[in-house]
């Protein structure tokens, strides 16, 4: 029988699983072209009935990357399943699985029927820029929002530039009405820029290698061999080339990732 270690050599996560993840992620980059894509190709009455009441999640990106993901189980009414994942053995291969499997025909507004579909659109998109946020600047979106909370305009467009919707996020307006006030030009130019999306610069950056490595900083490895990098995102993960500077360059990618760790409390 394997060992507890060699089953899950990656904290929560056992190599299948690590893989399992990576594998998923370029239907995730397709489903984030897909829904703009869906809801332009749709008959504009058939999306101004569904979308009725408006849809508006930016609020959602004040809360912490853990608590938007707890508030996205709620609206698909999922909760159940969580807690019989979390009591699990494997609580982690459960809630692989369950995304992977489960259809969400019998949705019927979440969580006491609270919420709405426009919700849950709502709430996938926030998913789905918290993991572009990921592979583009390292971090989840709410880490950019407490920079920016703290000052840091850096963060404040980089998050624009992401999703340009999260302007009307409390933390974010506030900025912005602070720049007003101030007559801040040099701040509207900017922000001007940022509106237009990811740079060309950022685009060439985006990879699954950076989603790799965040995972890694999540499950609490931070302390790991050239060797032990090689192995794993080169020849069991496959996200970075067989040549001979892998390791030199892998090694400049885990250190800079590491930058962006939260602290320990």
Aim: net charge neutral; aromatic share 10%.
């Amino acid at each position: 029988m394997p060992t507890e270690k060699s089953e899950k050599e990656y904290g929560k996560l056992s190599l299948d699983q690590f893989q399992q993840i990576v594998r998923d992620l370029p239907e995730i980059r397709s489903q984030m072209q897909a829904l703009p894509e869906l809801i332009r190709a749709a008959p504009k009455a058939k999306i101004n009935a569904m979308l009725d009441e408006g849809v508006y999640w930016a609020m959602v990106y004040e809360l912490s990357f853990h608590e938007q993901i707890a508030l996205l189980f709620c609206a698909l009414g999922r909760t159940q399943e969580l807690s019989e994942a979390a009591k699990s053995d494997d609580s982690s291969q459960v809630a692989l699985e369950m995304f992977e499997n489960d259809e969400f025909d019998d949705w019927n507004g979440g969580v006491g029927g609270f919420f709405s579909k426009n919700d849950v659109i709502g709430l996938t998109v926030v998913l789905q820029r918290n993991i572009l946020s990921i592979m583009l600047f390292h971090r989840t979106l709410d880490k950019l929002v407490e920079d920016v909370r703290a000052g840091s305009d850096e963060s404040f467009f980089k998050a624009v530039r992401l999703d340009r919707s999260i302007i009307t996020c409390p933390t974010f307006a506030s900025r912005i009405a602070l720049a007003e006030l101030r007559n801040d030009k040099v701040f509207f130019v900017h922000l001007r820029s940022a509106l237009k999306g990811p740079l060309k610069k950022h685009w060439e950056a985006y990879n699954d290698l950076r989603y790799a490595l965040f995972m890694l900083r999540e499950l609490g490895f931070y302390q790991m061999s050239d060797a032990q990098l090689e192995d794993l995102l080169v020849h069991k993960l496959k996200l970075y080339p067989n040549v001979p500077c892998a390791r030199k360059n892998l090694r400049k990618q885990f250190t800079e990732s590491k930058k962006f760790a939260t602290p320990s409390k």
